[in-house]
């Protein structure tokens, strides 16, 4: 069974531009999970989308933005790109919502790795 | 606010040996926590995970043990290994609803051959 697939891995950008980057969840998961990391900040959460809606957001700005297509595939996207936006982007998937009542197992991608210069 | 914390942010230890990598959390009605293992270029792996009705959960080279009463919990990794070098973190959904799990900072594992 295949993990969860991130694409591009390696993204280089140049402050002002924009990035859309695309995640595949593991067959039959729903639910998907995007966290940055940073060695500042370590993992922090910037949404979670089941059944095409965003159901939760972290403290990040509104340059940060996603969607879940019906085939539960996500992406990602980040307008106007800030030198600070340098990080790793995990996606992760689950098979139902994640959150406290569900206490479901995210499992992550490998992430990908966006440099902004 | 939820917190979840490493006490030591290294841990080298020889091979053969086991390893006790160490956690605590802040709030009290946090009840399902999570380890993963970071290696270098991936994302985070699920090792194993422990509900608060169970105070010790055992995985294959793995155990954890949860002890509600200060709010800690560690990862036991028998007989390390060189291939267990990696970040480890533990995780806990925080607070009421949440959906997002929040991690501690990591503790980075090296092992001695």
């Known amino acids: 069974k295949a993990g969860v697939t991130q694409t591009p891995r390696y993204l280089i950008k140049t402050r002002g531009q924009q990035v859309t980057l695309s995640c595949s969840p593991i067959s039959g998961h729903r639910s998907v999970s995007w966290y940055q990391q940073t060695p500042g900040q370590g993992l922090q959460f910037l949404f979670e989308y089941f059944s095409e809606t965003q159901r939760n957001k972290g403290n990040f700005p509104g340059r940060f933005s996603g969607r879940q297509f019906s085939n539960s595939r996500s992406e990602m996207n980040v307008s106007t790109l800030e030198l600070g936006d340098s990080a790793l982007y995990l996606c992760a998937s689950s098979l139902g919502p994640a959150n406290r009542g569900t206490n479901e197992k995210l499992f992550f991608g490998s992430g990908t790795q966006l440099s902004v210069l | 606010g939820e917190s979840v914390g490493l006490h030591l942010p290294t841990l080298s230890v020889q091979e053969g040996d086991n390893s006790i990598i160490n956690c605590a959390y802040s709030n009290s009605a946090s009840d399902y926590f999570i380890w993963y293992k970071q290696e270098s270029g991936k994302g985070p792996q699920f090792i194993i995970d422990?509900?608060?009705?169970?105070d010790k959960r055992q995985g294959q080279r793995v155990t954890v043990l949860l002890n509600k009463t200060v709010k800690h919990l560690s990862l036991q990794i028998a007989a390390t290994q060189p291939g267990d070098s990696a970040v480890y973190f533990c995780?806990?959904?925080?607070?009421?609803?949440?959906?997002?799990?929040?991690f501690g900072k990591g503790t980075k594992l090296s092992v001695i051959p």
């Open positions: 422990i509900r608060s009705n169970m």
């Open positions: 995780a806990t959904y925080s607070g009421a609803g949440s959906y997002q799990l929040t």
